[in-house]
């Protein structure tokens, strides 16, 4: 059910919820940050960019979901202490920026949509006031959607009325940063970082900050232990390393 994007965002600065995020592999944010635009899966696709595979793109054609802007809540990388499923970088927005300049309602899903099996079975909230009453961030599932958006969520206002420079809809980029080399030879952190950088160069994506997220081994986060043991081949995927 569509929600006023107004009442959404005085319900997340009542729970503490200043952030958005959106997490990726190295290569699909390397699109979106070509395109100056946070892309649906269907938007990336349409404007002939990479963008890397997710189990979830046939279920999500299916289910109408494929041209929609997803956004979490909660860093969930640390919510869960581990790597985030969808990809080492993480994109992290205003919520204020972001609802204030939607000109859309906006929908909030009850769980993951991976797990709806139909769409006689997708769960949305039907009310703010559901949602707030029932926010949790240990809790994986909930997230903002912005449905069929596609291209139109901007990852940077160029300038206000006056021609004066605005802040972005995009505050900060952070990337995991294992420390593993791949192959041996190449340094993931590094190659990762070089990526990201040069992508929002050449989309001219003005990212204010683009820094490394460091999990220390006694941290508590299982996102160190994932790396070290994890098969290259899903290294590759999330960090974007060409084969050899």
Not at 122 to 151: I, K
Request: aromatic share 10%; hydrophobic share 35%; proline share 5%.
């Amino acid at each position: 059910m569509e929600l006023d994007s107004g009442e959404v965002l005085q319900a997340l600065t009542e729970l503490g919820c200043p952030t958005l995020f959106h997490a990726n592999t190295v290569l699909t944010s390397c699109s979106c940050l070509w395109a100056n635009r946070l892309l649906s899966r269907n938007a990336v696709e349409e404007k002939g960019l990479p963008q890397t595979p997710q189990i979830s793109d046939d279920q999500d054609k299916k289910l109408g979901l494929y041209d929609d802007v997803f956004l979490d809540f909660a860093d969930l990388h640390v919510s869960f202490k581990r790597a985030n499923k969808y990809g080492p970088v993480l994109f992290e927005f205003s919520a204020q920026h972001v609802l204030s300049s939607l000109p859309i309602g906006v929908w909030i899903t009850k769980s993951n949509p991976v797990h709806w099996r139909s769409a006689k079975k997708q769960e949305w909230f039907r009310s703010v006031d559901e949602f707030r009453g029932s926010y949790n961030r240990f809790v994986p599932g909930p997230c903002l959607v912005l449905r069929g958006y596609g291209d139109q969520l901007p990852l940077n206002t160029s300038s206000d009325g006056d021609g004066q420079s605005c802040c972005g809809l995009l505050d900060r980029i952070r990337i995991d940063s294992p420390s593993r080399l791949c192959s041996s030879t190449v340094d993931l952190a590094s190659f990762a970082f070089g990526a990201i950088r040069l992508a929002a160069l050449r989309g001219s994506a003005q990212v204010q900050r683009v820094g490394p997220r460091m999990c220390a081994s006694d941290s508590g986060c299982q996102c160190v232990g994932e790396y070290d043991d994890m098969p290259e081949i899903e290294l590759r995927k999330r960090f974007w390393i060409p084969g050899e």
